[in-house]
């Protein structure tokens, strides 16, 4: 249950602070997707009845919960990733809050969620990610047969790195995936995902390689009951 809401502003883009009854000390920093957005008052993560209710779980087991817009569909850009890092600073200082987070990112939310996890990995308690896009690039190449889709995408891209659109395609050559220390559970909906598990099995193969091994859950039904098991996955690293 939340019995505060805050909303801040930075850079024009809207924050959302939701305080639950009996704070746990420990925050939550929620990336959201493509259809993400938040205004001084509400987000999308508010009105989904699916988010909705994995918010009301977090709440519930005592955790802080912050969201932002984050430029809207911002494709993993370094404006978005550098906003990140200014919105962790803002909420910890207006909230009192364990520094060592946890992140809750979805789809194209996970390429901004990766780089912040990889630039304040010591702040990271652990991630939780669903239905995750991890390689722009990959994504960019899939849809080049699609080719309304495709220059929706470029120009999107454009737009969010602040670049010409015949300059997306060396840009993102040049962009690697980004792995991370902390630890990673990752969710899947084989019927849902607009992303490849493909690219999952690429992004485990190499957070192994490097040591630090991902879990991987794939779903096939409903994502009833999601929200408490990223809570269980949470608490396990709230013991170290």
């Known amino acids: ?68 817009n984050l430029y809207g569909r911002h494709w993993g850009s370094p404006k978005a990733v550098k906003l990140t890092e200014r919105i962790y600073n803002l909420v910890h200082k207006q909230e009192i809050l364990n520094p060592r987070i946890h992140v809750v990112a979805e789809g194209m939310g996970v390429l901004a969620a990766n780089a912040f996890l990889n630039n304040r990995q010591p702040l990271i308690r652990s991630a939780a990610l669903f239905n995750p896009s991890f390689d722009v690039k990959s994504l960019v190449h899939q849809e080049e047969l699609n080719r309304l889709f495709y220059k929706r995408l470029v120009k999107e891209m454009a737009r969010a790195y602040e670049i010409q659109s015949e300059e997306v395609i060396s840009k993102i050559e040049e ?36 040591g630090y091994p991902i879990e991987l859950a794939l779903l096939s039904d409903s994502y009833q009951s999601l929200g408490k098991k990223m809570v269980r996955f949470f608490q396990e690293h709230e013991k170290l």
């Not at 485990?204 to 490097?210: A, G, K, L, S, Y």
Request: glycine letters at 6%; aromatic letters at 12%; proline letters at 4%.
């Open 1 to 68: 249950m939340c019995i505060r809401k805050r909303a801040y502003q930075l850079d024009g883009e809207w924050t959302i602070v939701l305080v639950p009854e009996r704070p746990n000390g420990f925050g939550i920093f929620i990336i959201g997707g493509l259809t993400h957005f938040v205004d001084d008052n509400t987000s999308f993560w508010l009105q989904n009845h699916t988010r909705q209710g994995m918010i009301a779980d977090f709440l519930d087991a005592g955790y802080t919960v912050y969201t932002s």
């Open 175 to 210: 962009k690697e995936m980004i792995t991370s220390t902390c630890p990673i559970k990752v969710w899947h909906h084989s019927l849902k995902s607009p992303y490849s598990l493909e690219q999952i099995r690429v992004y485990e193969r190499v957070q192994r390689e490097i």
